[in-house]
């Protein structure tokens, strides 16, 4: 099958014919339809970030099931299938009381050293980023990452369920539990923040203050529910925020991963009010608080989100249902509809801050 390989790096993608394996015990083959571009891509692009080169990154796919392995219970060939990037075993602690997104061991979802590499490139295996590899025509992927969608969603949307949707906005409405009545700060406007955004809508924020240097991004925020916009290029977005909610927010969400604006999002917060850290930042960074004036003095915490509490499973078809009602947006988020030898040019636009999500349609 074809597949946009990254080989090193801080290199480009390039269109590779790779080798993918039959569906063993729990793995699903899917044909790919759609994928989407996270920025985490980017920042494993560029920074490698430690990851096992080379490798298949894209981690948001929709597709169509072209084959199951023997111990496959939950899909057949032609169910319509969301996979996303949150592994989990089913039995550890994690799994047991109802968060599979801590799941202490998510390897299991992985081949073995002894077993054949699932996709590999003239004999050498290629790494399937967090578990999936989607910038390919097919991905090869253990049952508990996958779960079924209508086949009225179309497939270009869907993909963002995988991870864009699940991590807004399921860190507003499962991480953040938002009440009604809340106050919420949403830092960085892409993709993720968006749905960070009308998560908070959805769960009854009473003010949700969009934070991006993209005018463009902040009319995004607008459509997508946010009351209030703040350009960091206008002046101190920490100053703007308090003056528009009266002293602070409730919940802050940084949605970018750099240390000034995780340190913003907490300088803030309200009287107990809370941060969430969901920007993937370099490994090794640091920020600073101040626990007896921060943490003791005015109760606030700090909490690092990964993948919005997702229980995926329930989550996604709960999603996509609210998008078939009109209730939820997607459509709005497919900035670019591009082909798997455009992913370098649809990263180059992500860095440059102008498209929510490009998404390869076409293999
Ligand atoms: N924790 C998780 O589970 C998880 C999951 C997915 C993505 N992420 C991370 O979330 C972050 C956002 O991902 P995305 O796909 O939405 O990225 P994106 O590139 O679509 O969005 C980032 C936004 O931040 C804005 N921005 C950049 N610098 C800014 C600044 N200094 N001040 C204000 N706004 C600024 C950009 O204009 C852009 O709108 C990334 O770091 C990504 O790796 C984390
Ligand atoms: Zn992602
Ligand atoms: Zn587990």
Redesign the pocket.
Known sequence: MKAAVLEGTGQSFTVRDVQIADPIGREVLIEVRASGL???DL?VASSGAGFPMPALLGHEVAGVVAAVGPEVTEFSPGDHVVASPISSCGHCTGCLTGRPYQCRAPQETQRTPDQAPRISLGGQALTQFIGIGGFAEQVLVHERLVVGVSRDIPFDRAALLG??VV?GAGAAINSARIRPGDTVAV???????LNVIQGAVLAGARRVVA????PA?LGLAKDFGATDAVN?ADGDAVDAVKDLTGGGVTHAFE????R??AMDAVAMLDVGGTAYL???HKPGATIEVTPFGDLMGKQKGIRG????STNLKVDIPFYADLYLQGRFKLDELVSRRISLNEVNDGYEL?RG?S???SVVTTF
Do not use: E, N
């Not at 830092?187 to 923040?193: A, E, H, N, P, S």
């Open positions: 996270c920025h985490s920042h991870c864009g991590t830092i960085g406007c892409g993709g993720v923040g934070v991006d240097l993209q991004k960091p949605v970018i991963g750099l000034r604006t969901i920007g993937v989100v990964a993948m919005g992500l801050g498209v929510a999500r």
